[in-house]
């Protein structure tokens, strides 16, 4: 799928409302490369923000942000919602066309991101803007399958969601050293799994933004109000007016920009 079809006002809202399980990378990210709680680091830059999810959460670690996006309509949305916090500073650019900051930065992370760009363009725009020594931190996480106590979540995810609407293709290739450019070092990579607990109004909204369902929509096939209909309909049954935990898998990996003599 392009994923130029995100360049549009309903997808940049409905990110903004996203599970901020960002969060949670970071606290990983704390653990995994053995930092203390209040470690700081002095300048980030967030490829692929988004609607600001990922930068709010850089943010937490960071003295001040940069996030950045190829679309419009993200960068308009962070802009109207962390414009009047002077730590954070947006603009739009692709990820592999980041621009050389004043000060060169500390950390990087890239949310979601690696599976769309030209990863050799994008290691080599890193390897410019980055400070030595500092840290690239590529990660993502998505739903899967499983939901807490619920096998018929399970079967209904296997058998009806993945046939109505089936995985867009993209790379999703796990990097080792050997992919990694001379001057970067793969320090470490985990994989890890988050909850977060969705009331049916809730889940459907965030199922409206998933590639799988978006790929229809912005293809014609379905829209938007069809696909809330079918998914609202066909999980009453497993919420049961109740709250449930969906299971999310993630992974990160730590590479290092190597410190010159």
Not at 141 to 158: K, L, N, P
Not at 226 to 234: D, P, Q
Request: glycine letters at 6%.
């Amino acid at each position: 799928m392009d994923n130029r079809s995100f360049d549009s006002k309903r997808i940049a809202l409905g990110y903004a409302k996203r599970p901020w399980l960002h969060k949670s990378v970071i606290e990983q990210l704390l653990k995994d490369c053995n930092l203390g709680a209040a470690y700081k680091f002095k300048n980030g830059l967030d490829v692929g923000c988004g609607a600001g999810l990922s930068t709010k959460a850089l943010r937490l670690i960071c003295d001040k942000v940069t996030g950045t996006d190829i679309a419009d309509s993200m960068v308009e949305v962070c802009r109207d919602l962390y414009g009047k916090d002077l730590s954070y500073f947006f603009y739009v650019a692709k990820a592999e066309e980041t621009k050389m900051p004043d000060t060169k930065y500390d950390i990087v992370t890239a949310a979601g991101v690696i599976n769309w760009v030209d990863e050799k363009k994008f290691m080599a725009n890193m390897f410019d803007v980055m400070e030595d020594g500092g840290l690239l931190v590529i990660y993502d996480f998505g739903i899967t399958d499983r939901m807490a106590g619920s096998d018929a979540y399970t079967t209904w995810y296997r058998d009806e969601y993945l046939k109505r609407f089936p995985k867009p293709f993209r790379k999703e290739n796990k990097w080792t050293q050997a992919d990694l450019p001379d001057g970067f070092t793969m320090e470490k990579q985990t994989e890890y799994d988050m909850e977060y607990e969705f009331g049916l109004e809730s889940f459907v909204d965030f199922m409206l933004i998933q590639s799988n369902v978006n790929a229809k929509i912005e293809g014609g096939s379905t829209t938007a109000d069809e696909a809330r209909e079918w998914i609202e309909t066909s999980l009453a049954p497993i919420f049961e007016h109740s709250k449930k935990n969906l299971i999310f898998h993630g992974y990160s990996w730590y590479i290092r920009k190597v410190a010159t003599a």
